[in-house]
């Protein structure tokens, strides 16, 4: 596909009225064309609108017309084929590998909507049918189901330019509830997003779907961003980025006449506990779990939201050795390109203020990269109370460092956990003699994370039904809630009750034939749609 160097306003091209921006090669620095033009607000106004617009006819969609949609964006992507890989590459300086797999997580959780459109269970229907003869006072048919919120805005992430990007998971989500998109594109990977955007709004054309469906807008986040954010057309907003930008958003959407909710992935430290019980094997096996543990702090240059921040080992010999080849493990390791120049200087700003503060020393450190932007990664240790008596060692690093804290008691791991800000995770290193401990700190953990993880890595968040990528603040902005996997399409859905309505105003999913063929709570008991089915071929 061509690219435009502009907005994609209700399925058309805009040239934006505003200043222009580039993408960059973060390996090299060097300026990548074309041009995007930025749009102003009152061009933002054309996006929001029509998205209002879509709303109408988009929150109604059948289940098997809603679903196709969802798959044709996602065999869409598909058919960019090498174009997005490059053009993704050029932008983030990720290598081919990682972005290919990222490309398949992005369609595979379309698809993974699709399914979950088709199966219908996130309509939540109930329905309490009328008792007339109720005694002392008879009951109304009352029906309720979850619908659309309405417009939502989406801002694109940084670290992962497809998966969290311009079709990644808040926007699969939020389309999937009904929901029509004003996504506003990341400012690191233009190209990229255009290619996405393309892909989108070829489907939502070929479907006849109202073109205010979906809108993509390039322009500055500290004007447009907040703009967007305060339109009351918009409904809901979702964001992966950092916890300044995700607090301005917060606020603005607070402050609004009429207040949404902003759904913002911000920060995490994702610590992981290596009981005693983990280092009671050979040298060797310690060496494999520092190698493991190393590789997650700088697998993708530790710019993942999972990334591994702080290890809390054990103090006494065995500590030791898994200390040392915590140390060996990160001093052979190469620096690798971070995705933006000022990504980088931040990394290496926050490096520098864990090694200037109190009682810190450096475990190990690499070699800086052969590319730009390539600050070579480094692993800190100090003591479990000198990690609980100054905040500055709290802090996330986004990047390939980390800090091994070396603890004596479970107790003092309680405490810790107690001192820390909500987490997406946290991982237990253990073998069977450490359960009891380990149940001891599991309580303290769900207080503080939205996963927990036995004898495994935080790193590599499976896209299912069961997961959780969510947390206390201000790993997010609300912890009853995940950015990944089905149950985020709860997100964008609000329940209705409809009182004693006509059988010719209810909408499908509450009619008592059951078009669509959904499961739904029959006076308290789960009625499938093949008992529907049942019924109406037997009546």
Not at 262 to 288: K, R, T
Not at 326 to 343: D, F, H, K, P, Y
Request: aromatic share 6%; proline share 7%; hydrophobic share 45%.
């Amino acid at each position: 596909m061509t690219l435009t160097g502009h907005s994609l306003i209700a399925g058309q091209p805009v040239v934006g009225n505003g200043k222009t921006a580039h993408g960059f090669n973060p390996a090299t620095n060097e300026r990548l064309e074309p041009a995007y033009t930025l749009v102003t607000e009152g061009q933002l106004k054309a996006a929001t609108a029509a998205a209002a617009a879509a709303y109408a006819s988009f929150s109604t969609l059948d289940p098997g017309t809603h679903a196709g949609f969802l798959e044709a964006i996602a065999d869409n992507i598909e058919a960019l084929g090498e174009e997005l890989i490059i053009r993704a590459g050029q932008e983030s300086g990720l290598p081919a590998a990682r972005l290919q797999g990222e490309r398949s997580r992005t369609t595979g959780q379309l698809r993974l909507f699709a399914g979950v459109v088709r199966q219908g269970d996130f309509r939540g229907v109930r329905i309490d049918p009328a008792l007339p003869e109720r005694m002392p006072m008879p009951r109304v048919d009352i029906r309720q189901r979850q619908i659309p919120l309405g417009p939502v805005a989406v801002f694109g992430a940084s670290n992962f330019p497809l998966a969290f990007s311009t079709a990644g998971g808040d926007t699969a989500s939020a389309l999937a509830a009904g929901c029509p998109v004003v996504f506003k594109a990341h400012n690191a990977h233009p190209g990229t997003g255009e290619l996405v955007g393309q892909a989108i709004v070829k489907a939502v054309k070929d479907f006849g779907l109202h073109p205010g469906v979906f809108s993509l807008v390039y322009g500055p986040g500290s004007s447009i961003g907040q703009a967007l954010v305060a339109d009351p057309a918009i409904k809901a907003v979702g964001f992966t980025g950092s916890q300044s930008a995700g607090i301005a958003l917060m606020r603005t959407a607070a402050a609004r006449p009429e207040p949404i909710p902003v759904y913002a992935e911000m920060s995490s430290l994702n610590p992981v506990f290596v009981f005693p019980g983990a280092l009671n094997g050979s040298a060797e096996q310690i060496d494999v779990l520092a190698q493991r543990y190393v590789a997650a702090v700088t697998g993708s240059s530790g710019q993942l939201c999972t990334s591994p921040g702080l290890l809390f080992a054990p103090a006494g010999e065995a500590g030791d050795k898994l200390a040392a080849a915590v140390g060996r493990a990160v001093s052979a390791c190469a620096g690798q390109t971070m995705l933006t120049e000022g990504i980088a200087a931040s990394w290496t700003s926050g490096a520098d203020a864990l090694a200037a503060a109190g009682n810190v020393s450096v475990l190990g450190k690499g070699t800086p990269g052969a590319t730009e932007n390539a600050p070579a990664p480094t692993i800190f240790g100090t003591g479990i109370g000198d990690f609980i008596d100054n905040h500055v060692l709290h802090a996330e690093i986004f990047g390939a460092a980390s800090l091994v804290i070396r603890y004596s008691t479970a107790d003092e791991l309680i405490e810790a956990t107690q001192r820390m800000e909500g987490q997406l995770t946290a991982s237990l290193q253990l073998a069977e003699e450490d359960y009891p401990t380990a149940a001891r700190l599991v309580p303290a953990l769900e207080q503080k994370v939205g996963r927990i993880i036995v004898n495994g890595w935080p790193t590599g968040v499976e896209v299912g039904h069961a997961m959780v990528h969510g947390g206390p603040f201000p790993a997010t902005s609300d912890a009853r809630t995940t950015s990944v996997g089905t149950l985020a399409i709860n997100r964008f859905l609000r329940p209705v009750a409809y009182q004693n309505l006509p059988p010719e105003l209810l909408p499908a999913p509450l009619q008592d034939t059951n078009p669509w063929r959904l499961n739904r709570r029959i006076d308290g008991s789960v009625e499938s749609s093949d008992a529907t089915e049942t019924a109406e071929v037997t009546a």
